[in-house]
Each structure stands twice: as C-alpha cells, then as structure tokens.
C-alpha cells in the first residue's frame, strides 16, 4: 500500500508503465571490473552493485556529530536504506564503514553473517 503523497508522485510522471520514476544503483552504476575495489570484491566472493558507498562515508560522518552516535546501528540504516532498493550491496556498505570508520568487519567473511552478529548483539533480551 501506499501513502496519497506517493501515488501522486508516481502517477505524475509518463509513462508510468508500473515502474518508479528513478532508477536505482544498480540500473545506473557499472561497477569498473579492473578497478581494486572490484578485484578485493571478487576475490572475497562479495557482490557489488555501484562502488564503494559515498552515502554511507557521509551518512556515519554526520552522524559522529551526536553524543549517543553508534556505528553499528548506523551502519545498519544505511544497509536498510541503501541496500533494499538496489543502490549498493551489503559489502558496499560495510567495506566504507571498515576502511573509513574503523568498523570490525572482516572482507573475507559473510556480510549477511555478519550483518546477523550486529543484530544479535544489540538486541534486548
């Protein structure tokens, strides 16, 4: 379902033929195969839509500027808002908060398993 503000949206643009009027990071983006990022993903079997995630480096430096500021939370915002809607991947996501923000994500490891141990640990019990 969707709100009466989307619907306009949506229903403002032609032609509509069921599809949003944006393109996602995946219908946009070529990730450069002989890139080094693109040579590290293949070579820890990660998946990759666009590159690296300039929204995430942004996103986490704005959010260091408040007292209560956690990177694993934020790093999971920025996977929900940039991942289910085909923008980056997990691993794009996650490599930005490693080799800018010091997260403790390991590129040889499962980025859903990974995913799941943040989730895991701030979860209440």
Not at 41 to 55: E, K
Request: hydrophobic residues 40%.
């Amino acid at each position: 379902m969707i709100s009466d503000r989307e619907y306009k949206l949506i229903t403002s643009h032609q032609p509509l033929d069921n599809m949003m009027p944006w393109k996602t990071g995946r219908m946009t983006w070529t990730v450069i195969e002989n890139s080094m990022f693109a040579q590290e993903a293949r070579a820890y079997h990660q998946d990759t839509i666009a590159g690296p995630s300039g929204h995430t480096h942004a996103m986490l430096c704005f959010m260091k500027l408040f007292t209560n500021f956690d990177l694993h939370k934020w790093v999971l915002i920025c996977i929900l808002w940039l991942v289910g809607c085909e923008h980056h991947s997990i691993y794009e996501v996650l490599i930005v908060a490693k080799t800018r923000h010091n997260m403790d994500f390991d590129p040889t490891q499962d980025c859903y398993e990974f995913v799941d141990t943040i989730l895991n640990s701030i979860r209440k019990v």
